[in-house]
């Protein structure tokens, strides 16, 4: 849409956050509430968009947002109507803005989508959303005739008949710039955008209203109490989205799923789980309960049970847990099983492979078909530089086994239990003992 840019107004302070990041800054479902009104602005055509923020937060905006926006400074926290004044020169050469308030995490494209067009096919100078309801108390309320709206009482009392506003304005720029400078200032000093209603009624200009009746869409934030609840409701919107393509979520209330997370088909959350970043799972797989998977991959007919995984990839056929963590740059390839309270970092394990519970594998390269015994560490710090272990296939490390780093073990070498090695091993080789000898026979 060449002709439409999207005016994001957060140039408030925030001050009923009780936060010292601005609130259009919080994260719900991974992604911050100022990226999540660009996305659904995105999608519904709008190509060229521009935000007002707090001049203090200008550098955190420009590093949290990662679509390309233009950032425009308020200096002074005066009111959503001079907000829209210092955007003039940003605004002027379209010939429509798409206004929104800066706080609305649940608007849609499709909502979005509705208001453009009926904008466009009206006579109105601007056209804005309405919504009723209880939950929305506070709001302003339109006094209207037929569809059009005369004027808004700030904060009036209202009926569940009412209808309210939404702070979702479809704009013509060249009546909008006539009508800025002309705006009433409220008690508080601030400018009210909504002042322009009754500019507009005095010159018999229409502004026009579309209905959204009960929808959550128009939900605002301005305390932490409010981002809790809806983090709530998108969390669910989420969650049913999935289930809705054949994921099966046992409990979508203890289950905690980001924007970004892609999951197959016949795959099963368990409670109390949480996906985030761009995750993706794929078909059959058992995650949770109480799992953490972060930024990974995770490939078919793997089972991850009351584990933490973080930017890994984990590949098809493989069991891990429960109270396992796989850290970042960890890879592991199929069929491979890993027992309880496991602790792998940044290594390579082969196909076929086995870890015994209370292992510590970090820094290392092992092999297909390699079994590591219960309680095996590799011992990769010496306290000022981290080394790297090789293991070859087909070998076996006994329990409690310790591989002093930077260490090569060939293939097929056995390691007795309770070992400490500290040489590199040949192919083929039996070693046992503290430190480890090789037997002869």
Same mark, same amino acid.
């Given at each position: 849409?060449?002709?439409?840019?999207?005016?994001s107004?957060?140039?408030?302070? +925030? =001050?009923?956050?009780? +936060?010292?990041?601005?609130?259009? &800054?919080h @994260?719900? !479902?991974?992604?911050?509430?100022?990226?999540i009104?660009i996305?659904q602005?995105?999608?519904?055509?709008i190509?060229?968009?521009?935000?007002?923020?707090?001049?203090?937060?200008?550098?955190?905006?420009? =590093?949290?947002?990662d679509k390309?926006?233009?950032?425009?400074?308020?200096?002074?926290?005066?009111g959503?109507?001079?907000?829209?004044k210092?955007?003039?020169?940003?605004?002027?050469?379209?010939?429509? =803005? &798409?206004?929104?308030?800066?706080?609305l995490?649940l608007?849609?494209s499709?909502m $979005?989508k509705k208001?453009?067009?009926?904008h466009?096919?009206?006579?109105s100078v601007?056209?804005?959303? !309405?919504?009723? /309801?209880?939950?929305?108390k506070?709001?302003?309320k339109?006094?209207t005739?037929?569809?059009?709206v005369?004027?808004?009482?700030?904060?009036?009392?209202?009926?569940?008949?009412?209808?309210?506003?939404?702070?979702?304005?479809?704009?013509?720029?060249e009546?909008?710039?006539?009508?800025?400078?002309?705006?009433?200032?409220a008690?508080?000093?601030?400018?009210e955008?909504? +002042?322009i209603?009754?500019? !507009?009624?005095?010159?018999?200009? $229409?502004?026009?209203?579309?209905?959204?009746?009960?929808?959550?869409?128009?939900?605002?934030?301005?305390?932490?109490?409010q981002l809790?609840?809806?983090?709530?409701i998108?969390?669910n919107?989420?969650?049913?989205?999935?289930?809705?393509?054949?994921v099966e979520?046992?409990d979508p *209330?203890?289950?905690?799923?980001?924007f970004d997370?892609?999951?197959g088909?016949?795959?099963?959350i368990?409670?109390n +789980?949480?996906i985030? /970043?761009?995750?993706?799972?794929?078909?059959?797989?058992?995650?949770?309960?109480?799992?953490t998977?972060?930024?990974s991959?995770?490939?078919?007919?793997t089972?991850?049970? =009351?584990s933490?995984?973080?930017?890994?990839?984990?590949?098809?056929?493989?069991?891990?847990?429960?109270?396992?963590?796989?850290?970042?740059?960890?890879?592991?390839l199929?069929?491979v099983k890993?027992?309880?309270?496991?602790?792998?970092?940044n290594s @390579?394990?082969?196909q076929?492979?086995?870890?015994?519970?209370?292992?510590y594998?970090?820094?290392?390269?092992?092999e297909?078909?390699?079994?590591?015994? !219960?309680?095996?560490?590799t011992?990769?710090?010496?306290?000022k530089k981290?080394y790297k272990t090789?293991?070859?296939?087909n070998?076996?490390?006994?329990?409690?086994?310790?591989?002093?780093?930077?260490?090569? @073990?060939?293939?097929?070498?056995?390691?007795g239990?309770?070992?400490?090695?500290?040489?590199?091993?040949?192919?083929?080789?039996?070693?046992?003992?503290?430190?480890?000898? *090789?037997l002869?026979?």
């Amino acid at each position: 849409m060449k002709n439409w840019i999207s005016l994001s107004l957060s140039g408030g302070k +925030s =001050s009923r956050f009780k +936060s010292t990041s601005h609130k259009a &800054l919080h @994260l719900i !479902a991974g992604k911050n509430i100022a990226s999540i009104i660009i996305d659904q602005v995105i999608q519904s055509g709008i190509v060229d968009n521009a935000i007002v923020v707090p001049k203090e937060h200008v550098t955190d905006f420009k =590093s949290k947002i990662d679509k390309k926006i233009s950032i425009i400074p308020q200096s002074k926290a005066t009111g959503t109507g001079d907000a829209i004044k210092i955007s003039i020169n940003t605004i002027k050469k379209y010939k429509y =803005s &798409l206004i929104i308030n800066g706080d609305l995490p649940l608007i849609t494209s499709k909502m $979005l989508k509705k208001i453009i067009i009926a904008h466009e096919k009206s006579q109105s100078v601007m056209t804005l959303a !309405a919504v009723s /309801g209880d939950k929305y108390k506070g709001y302003g309320k339109l006094i209207t005739k037929g569809n059009q709206v005369l004027h808004i009482e700030e904060r009036k009392s209202y009926t569940a008949a009412d209808y309210l506003n939404a702070g979702i304005y479809a704009v013509n720029n060249e009546w909008l710039i006539d009508n800025i400078n002309k705006l009433n200032k409220a008690k508080t000093n601030e400018l009210e955008f909504t +002042s322009i209603v009754k500019i !507009a009624t005095k010159k018999d200009q $229409l502004i026009k209203f579309i209905d959204f009746k009960d929808t959550d869409e128009a939900l605002q934030i301005n305390t932490g109490e409010q981002l809790a609840s809806v983090r709530r409701i998108i969390n669910n919107i989420i969650c049913i989205k999935h289930i809705s393509k054949g994921v099966e979520i046992v409990d979508p *209330s203890t289950t905690y799923i980001d924007f970004d997370v892609k999951i197959g088909k016949n795959t099963i959350i368990k409670p109390n +789980s949480f996906i985030t /970043g761009k995750t993706v799972i794929k078909n059959n797989c058992s995650i949770g309960p109480t799992t953490t998977i972060n930024k990974s991959i995770i490939k078919d007919d793997t089972i991850i049970e =009351s584990s933490k995984i973080n930017n890994a990839e984990i590949n098809k056929n493989i069991q891990i847990g429960p109270f396992c963590q796989i850290r970042p740059g960890t890879k592991i390839l199929n069929n491979v099983k890993i027992g309880s309270y496991v602790e792998i970092k940044n290594s @390579l394990i082969g196909q076929n492979c086995h870890i015994g519970h209370f292992s510590y594998i970090g820094d290392t390269h092992i092999e297909e078909s390699v079994n590591i015994g !219960a309680g095996t560490v590799t011992a990769n710090y010496d306290g000022k530089k981290k080394y790297k272990t090789y293991i070859g296939k087909n070998t076996f490390i006994g329990s409690n086994a310790t591989l002093v780093a930077p260490i090569k @073990l060939g293939k097929n070498v056995f390691i007795g239990a309770g070992s400490v090695v500290i040489n590199n091993v040949n192919d083929n080789q039996t070693l046992v003992g503290n430190p480890a000898k *090789s037997l002869k026979k």
